[in-house]
């Protein structure tokens, strides 16, 4: 099973730093699953344009490959002006919907007010309930205030629920995972 972290922004390094944390909880406490983090500031993605995602080529073509391949997903985004980055929604668009079909989903948000978490339920959730995914029903949402002045996350409540969502969505998938193979043998 292989578990993808999405950074979902070009700018800034919070939402990237709460992605790999969660990553690195899972890889601690389930050896087995192999973990990769996506970091969109490391690719140089093309503009969705409508066509048929198998024509994109260079980077937008790696890009896809990798979240096509993934099992499920941590998928992260710091909160500008209310909404998900526009990298982030370009990275939607750009994947086949039957890419995420039945596939776990745990949503991490960053951002500069205490409220903008509610992107979260208002924007996030509705997006993978689109694609027919299957969400996790907790979060992380850190704010500025949980990092120190290195980066680093500070606040015991937003580690706590790294951990919990990282159980989360690890459950879901091999709970999920064995249901499907009991329904093959049936």
């Given at each position: 099973m292989k578990l993808l972290g999405i950074s979902g922004t070009i700018t800034g390094s919070k939402t990237k730093v709460v992605v790999d944390k969660l990553l690195a909880e899972v890889k601690c406490n389930h050896p087995e699953i192999e973990v990769e983090l996506l970091d969109l500031k490391q690719y140089d993605v093309q503009f969705c344009d409508g066509r048929d995602p198998s024509t994109y080529t260079?980077?937008?073509?790696?890009v896809i490959d990798i979240v096509s391949s993934a099992d499920f997903y941590i998928i992260g985004t710091p909160i500008f002006q209310g909404s998900?980055?526009?990298?982030l929604k370009n990275l939607f668009d750009l994947i086949p919907p039957q890419v995420f079909r039945n596939k776990v989903m745990g949503f991490v948000a960053t951002g500069g007010?205490?409220?903008?978490?509610?992107?979260?339920?208002?924007?996030?959730?509705?997006?993978?309930?689109?694609?027919?995914?299957?969400?996790?029903?907790?979060?992380?949402?850190?704010?500025?205030?949980?990092?120190?002045?290195?980066?680093?996350?500070?606040?015991?409540?937003?580690?706590?629920?790294?951990?919990a969502l990282s159980e989360?969505?690890?459950?879901?998938?091999?709970?999920?995972?064995?249901?499907?193979?009991?329904?093959q043998y049936n």
């Open positions: 260079g980077d937008t073509k790696k998900i980055t526009g990298a007010t205490y409220q903008h978490y509610l992107v979260i339920e208002n924007q996030l959730k509705p997006i993978a309930g689109y694609f027919r995914a299957f969400v996790a029903p907790g979060f992380v949402y850190a704010h500025n205030d949980h990092f120190n002045k290195a980066n680093e996350i500070v606040d015991l409540d937003v580690l706590e629920r790294i951990s989360e969505v690890v459950f879901m998938q091999k709970s999920l995972k064995a249901e499907k193979k009991e329904h």
